[in-house]
Nanobody
Framework: VQLQASGGRLGAAWGSLRLSCAAS????????VAWFRQAPGKEREFVAA????????NYANSAKGRFTISRDRAKKTVFLQMNSLKPEDTAVYYC?????????WGQGTQVTVSS
């Protein structure tokens, strides 16, 4: 499995960005795909997750009400729609997949939110 994250760029406070995580590989069954982020000088933290089969979602408190995670099974892509951006959302965002046997990380995509 390979994960390719994209969509990170400079955004404005209160603006929106959409990140994409394209996955290669066969069917992902009940795998969980998640977004994490790491701000400078801070530990990597969980943002949101979605289960591949039933689209069950889970969010960090910081993401609830502002971010939406979704998936397109045909395109094998997971999206993170980020609205009402805040400067504290500035970080490198990573996508992650856990298929129950192994876990995989994609490369990061930089999100910078200006105030």
């Amino acid at each position: 499995v390979q994960l390719q994250a994209s969509g990170g760029r400079l955004g404005a406070a209160w603006g929106s960005l959409r990140l994409s995580c394209a996955a290669s590989g066969d069917s992902f069954g009940s795998a969980v795909v998640a977004w994490f982020r790491q701000a400078p000088g801070k530990e990597r933290e969980f943002v949101a997750a979605i289960r591949w089969d039933n689209a069950y979602t889970n969010y960090a408190n910081s993401a609830k009400g502002r971010f939406t995670i979704s998936r397109d099974r045909a395109k094998k892509t997971v999206f993170l729609q980020m609205n009402s951006l805040k400067p504290e959302d500035t970080a490198v965002y990573y996508c992650y997949l856990d298929d129950g046997l192994n876990d995989y990380w994609g490369q990061g995509t930089q999100v910078t939110v200006s105030s």
